[in-house]
């Protein structure tokens, strides 16, 4: 089952990269990475198809991801995840929370008091359930996130409870050997205090 997992997620990742390098022209091999992680190359990203992506999430991620499913409170990998780092996109690599944002909502769920980077999140109005709510997406791959409640803690008063399903984790150690080195001074400041 493992090998299958890595074998479609090896799939996926060559699939952006050749999209990458016939989008910008180049056959250089730092583009792909850069693409794919990089929040500022994220224009070359182009979401794979639907049979990509179920080949390549967990059917729980797909569900989540593509159709709006929510994984089950305090069963999921990151409600209680205390290491310093990152959160990305699982189907593009954008950027999206930080742990330094992240806070105990007694949800269940990974909560944030905003997004690591802005431009990489969307939101929009969500009637299901006969509720109104505000649901978040990721922008360049259009994936479902969670939602946007306004009960959250200062500083800012909001609540960006998140599906862990939806997102990566990127150890703070890791973010320059994953090409989000952009980022690792969030840590090293936190780190001096």
């Known amino acids: 089952m493992l090998e299958r997992m890595f074998v479609a997620r090896l ?20 583009a792909p990475k850069m693409a794919q992680r990089s929040s500022h ?8 198809t639907d049979d990509s992506l179920k ?20 069963q999921n990998a990151f409600w209680d995840n205390h290491e310093p780092g990152i959160y990305v996109d699982v189907v593009s ?9 992240k806070f105990d909502s007694g949800t269940g769920w ?5 997004p690591l980077a802005p ?25 479902h996130l969670g939602h946007l409640f306004d009960d959250g803690p200062r ?3 909001l609540r960006y409870c998140m599906n862990s399903a939806s997102m990566r984790f990127i150890p703070a150690s890791k973010l320059v050997e994953e090409g ?11 780190a001096k205090k």
């Open 11 to 30: 799939g996926l990742m060559a699939a952006i990269a050749a999209n990458t390098m016939i989008t910008t022209g180049t056959l250089s091999a730092q």
């Open 41 to 48: 190359a994220m224009t070359n990203f182009k979401k794979p």
């Open 55 to 74: 080949k390549a999430l967990t059917p729980l991620q797909y569900e989540v991801t593509q159709h709006e499913a929510t994984e089950r409170p305090f």
């Open 93 to 101: 690599g954008e950027p999206l929370f930080s742990s330094t944002d």
């Open 110 to 114: 990974p909560s944030f008091t905003r």
């Open 119 to 143: 431009e990489n999140i969307t939101t929009k109005t969500d009637r299901t359930l006969g509720l109104t709510r505000t649901e978040v997406r990721s922008k360049n791959a259009d994936s």
């Open 155 to 157: 500083p800012t008063g």
């Open 180 to 190: 989000y080195g952009e980022y690792a001074h969030l840590f090293t400041a936190q």
